[in-house]
């Protein structure tokens, strides 16, 4: 401690417990001898709670006592060069220390000194050096009064402010706010109630007029009206004495009655304007010195008004709901009716009765439960139709309806966040009955007209098919000139009419919605060739000039239907023939756009011909409509022929049309979508000229290919005519086959020996080709499945599912022709594997050994999985091969296909011996290793059942357990057998 200063801080630092400000008892003493400091301090070291500063210098003294603000000065009255009485009267002209007790310590005790020290502010004496205990007692008096002072002044001062809040608070509230006193005047006006009324508060308080301004007599209209009170609030009786809403303020603060009721008053406001306000009196829970009575009220006009247009506007919507045509109601919440239409009444035999309020599921207690849930949905904001909905009545009586269900909104005082709510469901049900009945009636019409189509179809085509079919055989005979001008004349005129019968039966398809569409990968140049390889002789017949144009850009291969794309093509090509007497035709197509899953193609048919008048235009493909009705004596036609162009394009999400002049020509165009191919692309350096050699060569080249000579055909017909077409135009095609009358010889041929396809018709005596075709299955069980094509003269599209259905593996349409015939048996042809010698489905594996017959070597084995075993030792016929993944890595080149399966063969088998003695060792990670390396590359050559085996033996290998492996490894060598006879016989 220094000799002119000394501090001693006893006081522990608490955490106050009140709120207003702590005080710490400060001391300063203020004397020129420090033995006196000395002194005091030790007096007071003992007192934690007091702070003690010692100040040798008086001008010090001053300053250190407007920084530490002490609750006690102590001062010496005589120091040196100071005079004390003058510092004592300094300390009380200071603002920072006027009122801090001064407490006076002096050697003399002389009563003059005295009063001259408490007239200079002095608040108490002492004489040099008091008793300790005086002392102490004297520092605490005067510092704790000190600090009650400063606390009631700070108390003060935050009670001013809060009230100073309160007012701000209570003058910006967004609701209106008054108080009266006990006189009935206003005495709290608040600025809502200014913006409400239009009266400032310097025209309410203070006014003793003002008082009356909300009485019956100052606005004519002092009116209040109870409010319904929810049901959780206790409801106050109205006071029919009470005039006035002040009157009401003081009497209900009066009787203590406030409980938190709302009460709607109208006010006139100072523009004359009557408004509507709510209104809340408080009285005993917010008590405010010299107010009677005060309460808060909300400007609700603006909702009153909303109410009243709400209201408004549900009684217009009850009566147009009761008025509506249709039937229809409207629920709340609760499924309780608010409105209904008569037709609702009438619709659900509820006539004369009324259904407000009641609930609808108490009304029609049988309702479907799916109808309950559906309404719940709608509750939630969903809205729900339904184009047909039976509803089975608890009486057994049965109702159709074509019904949708919506919920409606309202505007809630407490709004959501988009400002509505549901307030329940609209239901509108419109009663069908009579138009299922009209409907179950035109498909009854459609069924049979369906019906009578199949069998026109049948009854037709059979005997045109013995025309057709005759008429090209006769003219491979030696005819004289005149014989083969006959016979010409019949084909082309047998040829037309079964034109006809087509058109009509595809119009009739296409107008029943029974068109569908196939989805084949196909090449699209090979397609448009065809078409022009078909019409070249007719073209140079007429001496036109037929052209086909492929831009480079068109891909070639392309997923879609190659059957309707020929039709269409086919139909335009030979209206432009028909009606070109001279000049050209030519046959174009583009590409026309080309996204990852779509491929556009625009296709054009321009020719030289007569051309077509704008006036025709428009009707060019309307059902049974030509351009002059005179042109179908000149041309024949029907007029079908570009409306089906129409609707297959259509169907098929494309787009036609036609440009035209008179004696000009005409060009038909239109765009089809396809899909990009599975297999093939487009490769380099192929042009649409040399597909079209191509193309060529192979339309006039009908020789036998390698294998047909090994094909066996057996021919299911028990029409003699149809017989002999059929078996002249395999002949034709360089095929032997063998024929049968009905499905039971079929049976016994087949039992008799093996045939590689079987050529069914379907209605035949005895037995028809579909109980033959499903009894065939029947024997065949898992053994060779002989290929068995329908052949039926019916020809729509339930037919061909009823041929799949039974067991059937394709499809042929009589009048069968000869190219259709050819296609149809090459490409089965390609996909059975021919053996050398086959056996009968009747003879055992010992009659064949014992006559010699071999068992087909191809066979490879099922991947199934019986019981713990690995599936091995079941045989199944079909090849081990995936041939659309060889054909992928390969891209369809058997130079490619043989190298690469002889690679896989090599490093497979070398693999085989290693993981025999890993097997054998139990060396569980060189099993795994091998076994890993054989999955991988069987599954990359297309071989999956050799990989699904070896990724068992991988498991095997991962869960150290071996059992069965050997067999497993037997049948690796089985299925790599497999693939090298598959190499031989196939990739050859």
Known sequence: MSAKTMTRQNAKATSPTITWTQHPITVLLIDDQPIIGEAVSRMLVDEEDIIFHYCQDPLDGVRQATEISPTVILQDLVMPDVDGLLLLRFFRANAATRDIPMIVLSVKEEAKLKAEAFAAGANDYLVKLPDPIELLARIRYHSQAYISRLQRDEAYQALQESELRLRGVLENMPVMLTAFDVEGNIIVWNRECERVTGYSAEEIIGNPQAKHLFSDRASGSGRSSELSAPSTSPIVEPLPSVNTLRDAIIEEVNKARNHGRAREWQITCKDGTIKTVAWSNISSRFPIASWAGWGIGIDITERKQAELAQEQEYQQLR??????????????????FLAYSNQWLTDHNLVSQSLLGCSYYDIFPDIKADWKEIHQQGLQGKFISRTEDKWERADGSVLYFRWAVQPWYVNPLNSTEDGEAIGGLIIVADRVDELIKTREAALEASQAKSQFLANMSHEIRTPMHGVLGMAGLMLHTELTPKQQEYTETIRISAKHLLGIINDILDFSKLEAGEMHLETLDFDLYECLQDVVNLFKPQAEDQGLILKLHCEENLPRFVRGDPSRLRQILLNLVSNAIKFTPSGSISLKAKLDGKTNRKTQVYFQVTDTGIGIPPSAQAKLFQSFSQVDPSTSRQYGGTGLGLAICEQLVSIMQGKIGVTSEVNQGSTFWFTLQFQPANGRRKTTGESPEAIEWDSLEKTGDRSMSPGKKD???????????NQTVILSQLESLGYQADCVANGLEALKCLEAQNYDIVLMDCQMPLM??????????????????????????????????????????D??????????????????????????????????????????????????????????????????????I???????????????????LQMFLETASQDLQPLERAIASQDYSQVKHFAHRLKGSAANMGVPILSDRAKELEEMACQQSLEGSTELLDSFRELLDAVDVFIETELT
């Not at 993944?885 to 690469?900: A, N």
């Open 768 to 809: 028809d080709g579909y109980t033959a075709t499903q009894e065939l299955r029947r024997r065949e069980g898992n053994q060779n499945r002989t290929v068995v094509i329908a052949l039926t003269a019916h020809a729509m599209k339930a037919d061909r599912e009823k041929c799949l259905a039974s067991g059937m593996d």
């Open 319 to 336: 009566q147009f709901i009761k008025n509506a045509p249709i039937a229809m109601a409207m629920f709340d919440t609760e499924m309780r």
């Open 811 to 880: 499809y042929l349409s009589k009048p069968v022709d000869e190219e259709d015939l050819a296609r149809i048996v090459q490409r089965w042809a390609q996909k059975i594997p021919l053996s050398p010698v086959s056996h009968s489905l009747g003879a055992t594996d010992s009659e064949l050994a014992e006559s010699g017959a071999l068992v087909p070597v191809n066979s490879i084995y099922s991947s199934t999985v019986h019981g713990n075993g690995s599936g091995i030792n079941s045989p199944d016929l079909t090849l081990p």
């Open 711 to 721: 094909l066996k055909i057996l021919v299911v017909e028990d029409h003699l005519i």
């Open 882 to 900: 995936d041939r659309d993944r060889l054909e992928k890595i390969s891209r369809g080149k058997i130079s490619v296909k043989r190298q690469l």
